[in-house]
Nanobody, 129 residues
Framework: QLQFVESGGGLVQPGGSLRLSCAAS????????IGWFRQAPGKEREVISV????????NYADSVKGRFTISRDNAKNTVYLQMNSLKPEDTAIYLC??????????????????????WGQGTQVTVSS
């Protein structure tokens, strides 16, 4: 059975850090491109970071660039999102998605329109004092 499970969310104060994990079972992430997304109440789902399966190249939304880092550990079949200098506007449900196809879009926001094949259930991140 294929599963894709996020963890690591929680409540953190502004300026704090969290590391989210996205663990796969039933399939190997080695050959999948991965995306991290978030959705805040009343807002559309936003893509925030992607990492390719082949070169491991990464890309980020402007809103998180310099603060968030995506990485993958193929041996653990897990992808991570290290989030530093968190802001209240980072509050959202964070989800990861995977696809065998390594998408590439010149316009970063178009990654959100791609038909990602596997989705996790999401983990809540709340940034508040």
């Amino acid at each position: 059975q294929l599963q894709f499970v996020e963890s690591g969310g929680g409540l953190v104060q502004p300026g704090g850090s969290l590391r989210l994990s996205c663990a796969a079972s039933g399939f190997s992430l080695n050959y999948y491109g991965i995306g991290w997304f978030r959705q805040a109440p009343g807002k559309e789902r936003e893509v925030i970071s992607v990492i390719s399966s082949s070169s491991g190249s990464t890309n980020y939304a402007d809103s998180v660039k310099g603060r968030f880092t995506i990485s993958r550990d193929n041996a653990k079949n897990t992808v991570y999102l290290q989030m530093n200098s968190l802001k209240p506007e980072d509050t959202a449900i964070y989800l990861c998605a995977a696809d065998e196809y390594n998408y590439f879009f010149p316009l970063f926001s178009d990654y959100a329109k791609a038909p990602w094949k596997y989705w996790g259930q999401g983990t809540q991140v709340t940034v508040s004092s």
